[in-house]
């Protein structure tokens, strides 16, 4: 678990420094350390795990490297004066649905989930209205029918 964090927050310091590709490396790293069964996956089984093996700080870690990978591609794919074009917002749709759904979903403790919010929201005001409803009515549906996620909820909280 500490190399997981250590290599989640060299991602973020690689990130503020806008170093976007050491920032996507250590996400990588996090990432492929974490069991596959502590990852939401497309066409999900479903798969128990006993509450004694139960490692809640994994869920927890997904989040915020499914968060930040929204956040690269964002930062990535800004035009110059800081605006996010629709194909931007689509691909790191998946990445920030991902993160809310590990947060909100997995933990029970959501401590996360109100700066991811404010993360998300300060995101999207940098979008155009008539893609962010495009992202509620279409993307989020979509999404949540590939990783079998509660679209109501989806929707309520984007």
Known sequence: MLYVDSCEDLAQVYF??????????????????IPSI???EQDP????????????????KMGKIEMLRGHLIF?????????????????A???YVLAVAYFEQYSE???QSHTAHEQLYGNFRRCERGDLRYV???VLPSIAATYALNVARLRETF
């Open 136 to 138: 509620q009515d279409e």
């Open 38 to 40: 502590y990852k939401i």
């Open 109 to 111: 403790h959501t401590v």
């Open 16 to 33: 503020q420094g806008k170093d976007f590709d050491n920032t996507e490396a250590w996400l990588n790293h996090a990432a492929d350390v």
């Open 75 to 91: 930062d990535r794919g800004s035009d110059s004066e800081g605006k996010v074009p629709r194909q931007v917002l689509e691909q």
């Open 45 to 60: 089984e479903l798969r128990d795990i006993p509450v004694e093996e139960c490692i809640e700080e994994f869920w927890r």
């Open 93 to 95: 749709m998946p990445h």
